[in-house]
T-cell receptor, first 114, second 109 residues
Framework: EPEVTQTPSHQVTQMGQEVILRCVPI?????FYWYRQILGQKVEFLVS????????KSEIFDDQFSVERPDGSNFTLKIRSTKLEDSAMYFC????????????FGEGSRLTVL | GIQVEQSPPDLILQEGANSTLRCNFS?????LQWFHQNPWGQLINLFY???GTKQNGRLSATTVATERYSLLYISSSQTTDSGVYFC???????????FGTGTKLQVIP
């Protein structure tokens, strides 16, 4: 069964450092998402991406965050200067092209900012 | 935006018991999914169920879209069912999926 893959599974970084989280969505999917989950809390929407541009973003997704699809497969989330409160699990997800709308998630990247 | 509320927030069950988890959403949805978050933090797809009823083993789900709620049934619960259950609603096209507040389930032997 096709799946969304994310790397790294866990990253530890120092406050102020840049972090890039990578995702490979399912190949025929066109809509991509990043979500965040702070430990013990709900899963929060960060950003959606379609046709090589952001289609919607939440208030969490400020200027420290950016997304891009540098090639035909990878979808990345960059945090420019990490803060302690960026420590969370980050999930990438994708949806089929105008089909069922079923959302498929990757296994997550756990980010720890020290 | 759409609001998604789940109940109960916490649930403790004896192994073998049955339970019903509820998800209410404030607006019409294109898609409703249930996920189980395991102890390692992974989100496991349980059901894609914008309407109707589906069953998968000991789990089943029903969504009544016109009344804006969905139910997840767990029968003969096992300790491996422990974790957090989330529902998530897709509304307004493909821009955003909103997660519910979650139900934390603990099944004790």
């Amino acid at each position: 069964e096709p799946e969304v893959t994310q790397t790294p599974s866990h990253q530890v970084t120092q406050m102020g450092q840049e972090v890039i989280l990578r995702c490979v969505p399912i190949s025929n999917h066109l809509y991509f998402y990043w979500y965040r989950q702070i430990l013990g809390q709900k899963v929060e929407f960060l950003v959606s991406f379609y046709n090589n541009e952001i289609s919607e973003k939440s208030e969490i997704f400020d200027d420290q965050f950016s997304v891009e699809r540098p090639d035909g497969s990878n979808f990345t989330l960059k945090i420019r200067s990490t803060k302690l409160e960026d420590s969370a699990m980050y999930f990438c997800a994708s949806i089929t092209r105008g089909g069922t709308g079923e959302l498929f998630f990757g296994e997550g990247s756990r980010l720890t900012v020290l | 935006g759409i609001q998604v509320e789940q109940s109960p927030p916490d649930l403790i069950l004896q192994e073998g018991a049955n339970s019903t988890l509820r998800c209410n959403f404030s607006d019409s949805v294109n898609n409703l999914q249930w996920f189980h978050q395991n102890p390692w933090g992974q989100l496991i797809n349980l059901f894609y169920i914008p309407s109707g009823t589906k069953q998968n083993g000991r789990l089943s789900a029903t969504t009544v879209a016109t009344e804006r709620y969905s139910l997840l049934y767990i029968s003969s619960s096992q300790t491996t069912d422990s974790g957090v259950y989330f529902c998530a609603a897709l509304s307004g096209g493909y821009q955003k999926v909103t997660f519910g507040t979650g139900t934390k389930l603990q099944v004790i032997p």
